[in-house]
Antibody, heavy 120, light 112 residues
Framework: QVTLKESGPGILQPSQTLSLTCTFSGFSLSTYGMGVGWIRQPSGKGLEWLANIWWDDDKYYNPSLKNRLTISKDTSNNQAFLKITNVDTADTATYYC????????????WGQGASVTVSS | DIVMTQAPLSVSVTPGESASISCRSSKSLLHSNGITYVYWYLQKPGKSPQLLIYRMSNLASGVPDRFSGSGSETDFTLKISRVEAEDVGIYYCGQLLENPYTFGAGTKLELK
């Protein structure tokens, strides 16, 4: 069974760096074709894909945020990470991580989400 | 960026009847490998999105066969036959053909 769980600071102030962790089980990021993606959703709004990382450490970022995003992984501890620098109120959202599978090119399992509020 | 446009924004359905949701992309989602990279997700109230359909017409594991996906290169349809109470939520189409991956604004399904 594939499970993912996001964790983050909950609240942070404008201009700070947001650090998110995705802890997963049921698959390995050292296995060919596996990946983890990050998606966010402001309250009451739609989905915005942010970034994803693959088993071979290939990384892709949403160009609209690329300069502020860094995605990484810790294969031995089954974790993936996302950092967003210089946050502002527009970054307030629920952040999801999802497993990605190369063969079907799909985000097939999502975490429960971590709520992040940026406020002074 | 590829824009995904869904219609309608909301739909009200009598349990047992069928419902269709449309999605249009601003660019063909048909890859040269013959695969169409459109996906459908359902976000139930207070929950995270769950995969329903992948690559236009493939039913995800554990999803009832009341759900089906179809379409062309730019126009796609999610059909739900015999709608049940558990189908309530917001349906999103999305494209994973090219960066950045993008999603439609969502269609809210309610019961009459």
């Amino acid at each position: 069974q594939v499970t993912l769980k996001e964790s983050g600071p909950g609240i942070l102030q404008p201009s700070q760096t947001l650090s998110l962790t995705c802890t997963f089980s049921g698959f390995s990021l050292s296995t060919y074709g596996m990946g983890v993606g990050w998606i966010r959703q402001p309250s009451g709004k739609g989905l915005e894909w942010l970034a994803n990382i693959w088993w071979d450490d290939d990384k892709y970022y949403n160009p609209s945020l690329k300069n502020r995003l860094t995605i990484s992984k810790d294969t031995s501890n089954n974790q993936a990470f996302l950092k967003i620098t210089n946050v502002d109120t527009a970054d307030t959202a629920t952040y999801y991580c999802a497993r990605m599978v190369l063969i079907t090119h799909v985000m097939d399992a999502w975490g429960q989400g971590a709520s992040v509020t940026v406020s002074s | 960026d590829i824009v995904m446009t869904q219609a309608p924004l909301s739909v009200s359905v009598t349990p047992g009847e069928s419902a269709s949701i449309s999605c249009r992309s601003s660019k063909s989602l048909l890859h040269s490998n013959g695969i169409t990279y459109v996906y459908w997700y359902l976000q139930k109230p207070g929950k995270s999105p769950q995969l329903l359909i992948y690559r236009m017409s493939n039913l995800a594991s554990g999803v009832p066969d009341r759900f089906s996906g179809s379409g062309s290169e730019t126009d796609f349809t999610l059909k739900i036959s015999r709608v049940e109470a558990e189908d309530v939520g917001i349906y999103y189409c999305g494209q994973l053909l090219e960066n950045p991956y993008t999603f439609g604004a969502g269609t809210k399904l309610e019961l009459k």
